[in-house]
C-alpha cells in the first residue's frame, strides 16, 4: 500500500508546477492570463489572498470548477499554503478534463516570502454570509464582490418612482452606504408608484419615510437623509461623499446639474427618466463614453418641455425602470458584465417594446470635453417640467 | 416607406400613434413630410433654422444622425427612424 508521500511523489511527477516569480508575471502584470485559484480553506483565505485569485476550497473544487471555468483548454494556477494540497487539486481537475493546469510551488507561503502583494479579504459575518449566500453563490459576485457592495457609497437623487425600486434593491443587495436627496413629503398621489412609502408615512418628508423603509429591509445599510434640493451650492459637497448616483430627478435643472458636478467630480451616473408610457436609461462613466449633454446638449425652454397638465406615468414604469438602474449601478460597483454607457435603452410599456440607440461621446461637447476644473456649474431656472 | 416612431410626448400630433410610415430619402425630407401629414410636429423637434433642436435627437436605425450626415443622412424603405426628445420625468 503506496503512503501519502509515495501518492504525493506520483501526483507531482505528473503535474506542472510553477514557481510564485512565474505566476505573478503570467497573472499580475499581464491581463487576460491563467485563472488563479486559491483552494485554501476559509480561516486561510481571510489572512490573506493573491490578488486577482478567485478563491474555491479544495472540497468544492470539482463541484464549483466548471462554473468558474467552464473552457477545459484555459490555463488555470492552482495555489495552497504550501504547495501539496494545489498538487493534490491540480491532478483531480487532470480528471475533470482540464488539459493546462499548474500547481504555485511553495503556495501562499512562497508567495508572501518573496515580498509580493497580497489583500485581505473584508470579513463578512455568519449573519452576512447567510443574507447574501445567494451573491455570495455567483462567481461574478463572490464574497469579494459582496464586500465591495458593503462598501459602496450609493446617491439616489428623488425618493419617488425611480428611487422607490432602485433603492430599495441596492438595499437589499447590501449596499453599506445609502444618501438620499429630496426635499419634498409623502402624498397620497404618490402611493401609486412611490413603493418607499406606505399610508402610515403621509406627510412625512420622504428621505424620513425612506430611511425608516431601508433600514428595516437590511440594517446592514446606512441611510443618509438630505432633506434638500440640489443647488450649484451644495451640490459638489453632497455628491462628495459618494462613488456612484442613481438619476432619478424629476426636473431638467438639476439632471443637467448633477451632470456637470457629476463629471467635476468623476462620478458615474446612473440615468432614467419617465413619461407617461416610456422610460429612458442609460449609464454616464466619467472616464469613457458620453455625457448627458452629448445626448442633449441644453435643456428645452419652458414652452417645449411637456406641460403638467400633460403628466401622468404608469405605476409600474418607474419600477421597471428603476430596477434596471439598480442593475447598471450593481456592475459598475463590481466591474463585471456590461452597462449601458453608449447606448440608451427606450423601453415602451404599452408596446413591451425595448429599443436600444447608440450614444457617441461628442468630441465638441462643452462640458465633458473640458477639464474638470475647467466645468462651470449652472443653476438653470426651474420650470414646470415633468 | 420608412418607419418613424413617434415619442409618447408628440404622440398628440399623430392622433396618439406611435408609428407611422413617412415618404423621404433623407431625415430633412422626412421630417418635411412628416409636418405635412401630422401638422405642427415639426416645431416641437426642429428649431426656426430648420435644426433639431438641442434637446431632440433623431435616430436612423440606432445611429444619431449627429453623427452621420445629420439632416441629410440618408434614410431607406424599412429603416426605422427614432425621435428621441430629453424627458425629465423621475417621480
Known amino acids: 500500500m503506496p503512503s501519502f508521500q509515495d501518492l504525493l511523489a506520483t501526483v507531482k511527477s505528473r503535474i506542472r508546477e510553477i514557481s510564485v516569480e512565474e505566476t505573478k508575471a503570467r497573472v499580475l502584470d499581464a491581463p487576460g492570463g491563467p485563472v488563479l485559484v486559491d483552494v485554501r480553506e476559509r480561516d486561510e483565505y481571510e489572512q490573506g489572498y493573491i490578488p486577482r485569485a478567485q478563491w474555491i476550497p479544495r472540497g468544492f473544487l470539482e463541484l464549483k470548477i466548471e462554473e468558474a471555468v467552464p473552457e477545459r483548454e484555459r490555463e488555470v494556477i492552482l495555489y495552497c499554503a504550501g504547495g501539496t494540497r494545489s498538487a493534490l487539486a491540480a491532478a483531480a481537475l487532470h480528471e475533470l478534463g482540464y488539459q493546462r493546469v499548474s500547481s504555485m510551488a511553495g503556495g501562499f507561503r512562497a508567495w508572501k516570502n518573496a515580498g509580493y502583494a497580497f489583500d485581505r479579504p473584508r470579513a463578512l459575518s455568519p449573519e452576512q454570509v447567510k443574507r447574501y449566500s445567494r451573491h455570495i453563490m455567483l462567481p461574478e459576485v463572490g464574497e469579494a464582490g459582496q464586500a465591495k457592495l458593503l462598501d459602496a457609497k450609493v446617491l439616489f437623487l428623488g425618493a419617488g418612482g425611480l428611487g422607490s425600486p432602485s433603492s430599495l434593491y441596492l438595499a437589499a443587495a447590501g449596499v453599506g452606504t445609502i444618501g438620499i436627496v429630496d426635499d419634498d413629503v409623502v402624498d397620497e398621489s404618490n402611493l401609486q408608484r412611490q413603493v418607499l412609502h406606505n399610508i402610515e408615512r403621509l406627510g412625512m418628508p420622504k428621505v424620513e419615510s425612506a430611511r425608516k423603509t431601508l433600514q428595516l429591509l437590511n440594517p446592514d445599510v446606512q441611510v443618509h437623509a438630505h432633506r434638500t434640493r440640489l443647488s450649484s451650492e451644495n451640490v459638489m459637497e453632497i455628491l462628495a461623499g459618494y462613488d456612484l448616483v442613481i438619476d432619478g430627478a424629476d426636473n431638467f435643472p438639476t439632471r443637467y446639474l448633477l451632470n456637470d458636478a457629476a463629471l467635476k467630480l468623476r462620478k458615474p451616473v446612473i440615468h432614467a427618466s419617465i413619461f407617461r408610457f416610456e422610460g429612458q436609461i442609460t449609464t454616464f462613466l466619467p472616464d469613457s463614453g458620453p455625457c448627458y449633454r452629448c445626448l442633449y446638449p441644453d435643456p428645452p425652454p419652458p414652452g417645449m418641455a411637456p406641460s403638467c397638465q400633460e403628466a401622468g406615468v404608469l405605476g409600474v414604469l418607474p419600477g421597471l425602470v428603476g430596477t434596471m438602474q439598480a442593475n447598471e449601478a450593481v456592475k459598475v460597483i463590481l466591474g463585471v458584465g456590461e452597462t449601458l454607457s453608449g447606448r440608451l435603452l427606450v423601453f415602451d410599456a404599452l408596446g413591451t417594446k425595448f429599443r436600444t440607440l447608440k450614444l457617441r461621446k461628442d468630441p465638441g461637447c462643452r462640458v465633458c470635453s473640458k477639464h474638470p476644473s475647467e466645468i462651470e456649474l449652472i443653476d438653470y431656472e426651474a420650470f414646470c417640467s415633468i | ?91
Open chain 2, 1 to 91: 416607406m420608412p418607419t418613424v416612431r413617434i415619442p409618447t410626448p408628440l404622440r398628440k400630433f399623430t392622433q396618439g400613434k406611435e408609428e407611422v410610415s413617412i415618404a423621404g430619402a433623407n431625415v430633412r425630407e422626412l421630417l418635411a413630410n412628416l409636418e405635412v401629414a401630422y401638422p405642427g410636429i415639426k416645431e416641437r423637434i426642429c428649431d426656426d433654422a430648420g435644426a433639431v433642436r438641442r434637446f431632440v435627437n433623431v435616430f436612423v436605425a440606432d445611429e444619431d444622425i449627429r453623427f452621420l450626415e445629420n439632416l441629410d443622412t440618408a434614410v431607406r424603405d424599412g429603416d426605422e427612424v427614432s425621435i428621441v426628445p430629453a424627458i425629465a420625468g423621475g417621480r
